[in-house]
């Protein structure tokens, strides 16, 4: 099990459309930048004047507030990294229930690529513990709209530094090579892991 505070290494070298510059920027300096500030933040915790709490203001409220942000950050950059590197192809148990709560692989794909137009954070595929079904969702910032009890599988991001080196406001292309570059192997494994638990 992986800490919040410590750094996941890439599970790909490359990849195609979408540049070394970018992943240079998202995975180097970006996500290893909220990893930094999870550590700073739970450090700020454990020391901190707990007689000042104030639910208008105070020191404690806010760092409760940007650890949501910080750790949202760092679970969905790994859970969209740990898929990537693959060649599109899709396999595996979870193609089959993603059809089966989507009607069809087909009608989930159309909800997913459209929900990437909309969101403007990230679009998430989540196995919800809470009723035992494939759903997805999205997010306007790393800690916001998140289900409590829903699980992660396929995230996208679809913030501007995701694309915009690559494919200035052309999400949509970019959509298009995220599919391209899914590991829906990595995918499945994560949907069995999850689903079984
Ligand atoms: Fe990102």
Redesign the pocket.
């Known amino acids: 099990m992986k800490n919040y505070g410590e750094i996941k290494n890439l599970p790909f070298k490359e990849l195609n459309g979408i540049s070394q510059k970018t992943i240079d920027i998202?995975w180097g300096k970006?996500?290893q930048g909220y990893v930094k500030k999870w550590q700073e933040i739970q450090e700020k915790l454990e020391n901190i004047d707990l007689s000042s709490a104030n639910a208008t203001f105070s020191e404690v409220r806010e760092l409760k507030v940007e650890q949501t942000f910080a750790a949202n950050?760092v679970l969905?950059?790994e859970a969209?990294f740990d898929i990537l590197g693959g060649e599109g192809k899709e396999s595996g148990k979870v193609i089959e229930a993603i059809a089966k709560d989507y009607n069809s692989f087909e009608n989930w794909l159309a909800h997913f690529k459209a929900l990437g137009l909309t969101a403007r954070g990230w679009v998430v595929l989540a196995y919800d513990f809470n009723d035992g079904k494939l759903r997805n969702y999205i997010a306007d910032a790393h800690n916001l709209y998140g289900i409590w009890g829903a699980a992660p599988i396929v995230v996208l991001?679809v913030?501007e530094?995701?694309y915009f080196i690559d494919f200035g406001s052309d999400r949509k292309s970019y959509i298009e090579a995220y599919f391209k570059n899914l590991n829906w192997e990595a995918i499945d494994k994560k949907y069995n892991k999850i689903a079984r638990s």
């Open positions: 998202h970006l996500y950050a969905l950059h969209y991001d913030y530094h995701a």
